[in-house]
């Protein structure tokens, strides 16, 4: 039995006259401590699926588990990093994080709540940052804080909603291989959510892309075989990596081109979706 599953999930909204389906059928099922990219584009469904997931919303039918447990709600065992870092201005990089530390781990005493949060704010790299505010820091500096904040929960589950999406290239990338490192070292279910072909194939073990909206579900499955670490200069030159990100790119284009075949022999409006490409990360050494 996987670890976290997605079994035949229908989800919508509106009233039965003018319903829009975001989800039909859509099933997923990801192992223990795997990290697997949703790949989709823009309005397809990705952040209804993270919230179905994270507990924020409820399917109208089929079910989200955990464990084997039906998720009903949100909390500690599922954490999200969004792609807006949520993070609340008036409080500094440790206050930031030890609001949530203080929920999940109210036993904790003053100095081993000190200590806790000094380690995740090392972990992310933000050290000698511990009193800035988040109108102090930089784009990727509020993505690690938002990052280190949902890692003192210990979720058993890491869900990214596309949380790199808006940081420029070169942040990005370093942002990427920080992810890694810290999944690497401490173990987690991860599903991220990305419309970044090169950034699925260089984070997951597995890309599963969510085929176009409305009434989307899981598409085609493919696995990424290459060898970790991976690195990140020479990927360019990797036969294996060029074959996967052609393939996974073709696969999202046709899935483009048969929604607009279909939304001209109906008589709809042409979806005006953002296409998924490779990116230029790979080619940061």
Do not use: C
């Amino acid at each position: 039995m996987a670890y976290l599953e997605l079994d035949n999930v229908d989800f919508g909204f509106g009233p039965a006259s003018q319903r829009y389906e975001v989800l039909k059928g859509a099933s997923l099922s990801v192992e223990q401590n795997e990290f697997v990219a949703v790949i989709g584009f823009s309005g397809s469904g990705k952040s209804t699926l993270v919230s179905l997931l994270a507990g924020l919303q409820r399917p109208d039918r089929g079910e989200v588990r955990i464990a084997g447990q039906l998720v009903r709600e949100p909390g500690p065992d599922k954490g999200v990093v969004f792609q807006n870092y949520s993070l609340l201005p008036w409080l500094t990089v440790v206050g930031n994080i030890e609001l949530a530390v203080k929920q999940v781990f109210p036993e904790m005493t003053r100095d081993e709540r000190r200590e806790y949060i000094q380690h995740y704010i090392d972990v992310v790299s933000l050290t000698g940052s511990e009193a800035k505010l988040p109108g102090e820091l930089s784009g990727g500096m509020r993505q690690r804080l938002s990052l280190a904040r949902t890692l003192s929960m210990k979720p058993e589950v890491l869900l990214l909603d596309e949380p790199l999406s808006a940081l420029d290239a070169l942040t990005r990338a370093q942002l990427q291989d920080e992810i890694i490192r810290i999944w690497e070292e401490d173990r987690r279910t991860v599903l991220m959510i990305t419309n970044d072909v090169d950034e699925a194939v260089i984070m997951a073990d597995r890309i599963v892309p969510l085929t176009k909206g409305p009434a989307a579900h899981l598409g085609r499955e493919f696995p990424v075989t290459l060898d970790r670490p991976r690195e990140r200069a020479t990927l360019n030159f990797n036969p294996e990596f060029k074959q996967l990100r052609n393939e996974v790119t073709r696969y999202m284009m046709q899935l483009n081109e048969e929604s607009r075949q279909l939304a001209v022999e109906n008589e709809l409006p042409l979806p005006d979706l953002k296409p998924v490409m490779p990116g230029a990360m790979v080619s940061v050494a």
